[in-house]
């Protein structure tokens, strides 16, 4: 289809000092758990984006010193020359596909623990570490340190040229670099010229940018990643103070702007709290204050929006790290007017957990982020089909969907079958839980590709047997039937059921709570699950009127989603909506009236007023197909049937991303030959 000339604005090449950016779309760096230690997986992983039509594709962090040791998160790495082979594969293969690569130089001072060089971390000022309550301290630097670090930017800086690169970062953003610690008043207790105004906090982030456009300007563009806002008030920097008055005041000494907010979780804001768009109105000024042409982000995915950003004069690149990592196409689908084909991010930050656990990222949307060198997995093209093979795929949840998608793409004849009269298992449920809207495009982005297939069938409202799939013909049968969460309380912190949630009508599962069939008075919501939903469910109970109590064994509600950035900020809600919060106790009995709580440190029992409980403990495989059908080896094979296989949730309940891993997985791999080995290539240490 040809493109929409409504978006032909987003295609004009822009200038960025002394190099030209292709079109308006700009891969803003994003970390991804593979960095430095796994080189190749990073390269392949960024050649996708450059291939999928980002004009510039960035780096993710870059430690320049020891002294910036992010050890053992895992970011990209320039401390010495050693580094140039690694970040020269990713600068090869951006390059092939016309794209310009960029690089943002850190020093993350006193966020580096430098737990791997055992230096020690560095600061404005005499401070304690950020990094995970770590009992260190990072140094006030000298004015030499202030030189040296000058000196390993500069050096950074040529060495990143050497490797390639076309824009290098000089980053100030996050709260995570020694430039945005030198400006921020709370962390810079300076005397000297570099404490106290604005304009000697800025001196360091100035004096790194003229040099670093002394060292390589004539040849890279030097761009600057700068938080405007901090969102903290009169305690931070702000769009209406400081932020505005610094980018003012060095307005065109970068060549290329890139504004966000601070810190990482309000810039990477999930979607349960904040929409597309959400930065403009921090980030609106900063075209009127610089020549320089300016980047933002929002987790744009809507064309309509990007267009409405460059008209108004907002931005003039679309940033983008998590649209990025959903649809590394993006940009090439709208230049291809397949607008339906995008496949947007949910906004889930499942992405983010990549970081946190320092494993190759993940993407609930896309699952071959992470997997395109060691699997030589590509968003976009798939081996076409192998053989003769028909399908019978049981159940439509995320798992199910993304099945049929890829063998659909394969070419493969295949039957969906769904139970319910709607497409999209739990997530569509889970989708109506506040905040979640966004969600159902993992639903929507895939039933509607199905509907473009031809050899593709789906069938609602039909509830199959074992002896209908011995009769239908398929020569496989997938099943992705999901799960339930349990009643009983069965769970991390108890083994067995927990005495009295058996009682009718007062313990409500969370499925039920879902679908609206609701507990009455005073509720105890258990959360032995530790991600979303518990909280998810007291906040839905609470916006009810019900009087509501979050009892969690963790230390704090959520605890998993510290991973997704989003703990802060569940923790903040509940309390702030009138849930009661009770941490480290486990719940162990329920009367019909009280819920009897145990401390898990001194085992002390309290009691708390309760009629009603949802425990959200595990949940139970629905696998009753499954083992009806291993039952008769026989049958199966009498039927044709050469392999029965359960993926996502019904072979083992976990995220909606693994259930869309496990149906992309099968239907890549079920033709493969079986073997007892990892099933990728295994990036392995090289000196
Ligand atoms: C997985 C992930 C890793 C990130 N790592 C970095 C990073 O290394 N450096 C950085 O400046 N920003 C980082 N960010 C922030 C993004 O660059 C971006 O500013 C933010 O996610 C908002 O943009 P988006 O809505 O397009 O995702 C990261 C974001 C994500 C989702
Ligand atoms: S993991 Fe979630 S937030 Fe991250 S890119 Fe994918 S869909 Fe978006």
């Known amino acids: 289809m040809p493109r929409d000339p409504r978006y032909d604005i987003l295609f004009e090449p822009v200038k960025i000092g002394p190099v030209v950016a292709k079109n308006r779309f700009f891969q803003v760096p994003h970390c991804n758990g593979m960095g430095h230690a796994k080189p190749r997986s990073h390269a392949a992983m960024r050649a996708v984006k450059a291939e999928g039509g980002w004009a510039v594709v960035s780096t993710e962090e870059v430690e320049i010193h020891p002294s910036s040791d992010l050890s ?19 600068t090869r293969a951006v390059h092939q596909h016309g794209a310009l690569a960029a690089i943002e130089l850190v020093h993350a001072g006193m966020n580096a623990a430098n737990l791997y060089s055992r230096e020690i971390p560095l600061a404005p000022s005499h401070i304690t570490t950020a990094a995970n309550y770590s009992p260190s301290q990072a140094r006030a630097m000298s004015k030499a340190d202030i030189r040296a670090y000058r000196r390993w930017h500069r050096q950074a800086a040529v060495r990143a040229r050497r490797a390639g690169f076309d824009v290098i970062y000089v980053y100030a953003a996050h709260s995570l670099s020694l430039p945005m610690h030198f400006l921020q008043t709370r962390h810079n207790h300076r005397s000297d010229e570099y404490g106290g105004s604005l304009v000697n906090r800025a001196r360091l982030l100035r004096e790194l940018i003229e040099e670093t456009k002394e060292a390589v300007g004539g040849d890279c563009a030097v761009a600057v990643r700068f938080a405007v806002d901090e969102l903290r008030g009169a305690d931070g920097i702000s769009a209406a ?11 065109e000494l970068p060549d290329l702007w890139d504004v966000n907010v601070s810190d990482w979780a309000n810039d990477s804001m999930t979607s349960r709290f904040a929409a597309e768009g959400f930065q403009e109105e921090f980030v609106r000024f900063v075209k009127s204050v610089t020549s320089k042409p300016v980047v933002g982000v929002g987790r744009f995915t809507s064309p309509d929006t990007m267009v409405s950003q460059i008209r108004r004069g907002v ?8 649209p990025s990592i959903a649809d590394p196409f993006l940009p090439r689908k ?14 889930c930050n499942v992405c983010v957990t990549g970081d946190s656990t320092m494993t190759p990222i993940r993407c609930t949307q896309n699952p071959t982020m992470g997997e395109e060198w060691r699997k030589g997995w590509h968003p976009e093209r798939i081996p076409p089909r192998s053989g003769n093979d028909s399908f019978l795929i049981v159940g439509a949840g995320p798992a199910g969907l993304e099945c ?11 039957h969906l079958v769904e139970a319910g009269a709607q497409l999209g298992g739990r997530v569509t449920r889970e989708s109506r839980l506040p905040g979640l809207t966004a969600w159902a495009r993992v639903r929507d982005y895939r ?12 069938l609602r409202g039909s509830a199959v047997t074992a002896e209908h799939i011995l009769e239908f013909g398929a020569t496989r049968v997938v099943l992705a039937t999901g799960s339930r969460w349990r009643r009983d309380g069965v769970g991390r912190a108890n083994a067995f059921a927990i005495r009295g949630f058996d009682l009718p009508g007062r313990v409500f599962a969370p499925d039920d709570v879902i679908d609206g069939v609701g507990p009455q008075g005073a509720t105890v919501v258990f959360d032995d699950d530790h991600y979303y939903l518990g909280a998810l469910l007291a906040e839905k109970l609470r916006a009810g009127g019900l009087e509501v109590t979050l009892v969690t064994p963790a230390d704090r509600v959520s605890a998993w989603t510290a991973n997704t950035l989003e703990q802060h900020a569940i923790q903040k809600h509940l309390l702030e909506l009138g849930v009661t919060i009770v941490t480290n106790h486990n719940v162990v009995e329920f009367d019909g009236t009280r819920a009897t709580l145990e401390c898990t440190f001194t085992g002390r029992h309290t009691r708390v007023s309760a009629f009603s409980i949802v425990p959200v403990t595990s949940r139970q495989p629905n696998d009753t197909l499954a083992e009806t059908l291993d039952a008769a080896p026989d049958a199966v094979a009498a039927a044709g049937i050469a392999s029965v296989t359960s993926i996502g949730d019904c072979l083992a309940p976990s995220t909606i991303g693994a259930a869309v891993y496990a149906g992309h997985r099968y239907a890549r791999e079920f033709d493969w030959p079986q073997s007892d080995a990892a099933g990728f290539t295994r990036e392995l240490p090289q000196n």
């Open 72 to 90: 053992p998160y895992v970011e990209g790495r320039l401390w010495d020359d050693s580094d140039i082979p690694f970040l020269e594969l990713m």
């Open 241 to 251: 103070g400081e932020g505005r008055e610094l980018v003012e005041m060095l307005a």
């Open 315 to 322: 931005l003039d690149f679309i940033g983008a790290a998590r």
């Open 334 to 347: 709208i230049e291809n007017g397949d607008i339906d084909d995008i496949r947007e991010c949910i906004g």
């Open 404 to 414: 049929a998608r890829l063998l659909g793409r394969r070419g493969y004849a295949v």
């Open 447 to 458: 039933v509607n590709q199905l509907n473009k297939m031809q050899d593709v069938v789906i």
